[in-house]
């Protein structure tokens, strides 16, 4: 069996973020560890969750879904990034 994708899921929106963990913790190939309202609160946030998954909105205060992807990118290579629109 493949093992689980390990999900952070950043979003403004609490309402959306919270369908969007339902849907994908129903499913038992994902695992959602960590969430955050913007890209401050993702890289405070990120050395304490064992992700292998980003999931981020694009439009968001400040910087966008797209900062943080292309940032993360330099980082992170490894790692996929979906972002949301």
């Known amino acids: 069996m493949p ?3 390990r999900i952070i899921i950043i979003d403004d929106h609490p309402i959306f973020r919270a369908g969007l963990v339902d849907i994908l ?4 190939r994902f695992e959602i560890v960590g969430q955050a309202a913007n ?3 993702f890289w405070n946030k990120l050395p304490y969750c064992d992700a292998n ?3 981020t909105e694009i439009e ?3 910087k966008t879904g797209l900062d943080l992807a292309q940032r993360f990118k330099q980082e992170r ?3 996929p990034v979906i972002v949301l629109t």
Do not use: H, Q
């Open 3 to 5: 093992a689980k994708s």
């Open 25 to 28: 913790a129903g499913d038992p």
């Open 39 to 41: 890209y401050g609160e």
């Open 53 to 55: 998954l980003v999931i």
């Open 60 to 62: 968001m205060p400040g």
């Open 77 to 79: 290579p490894d790692m």
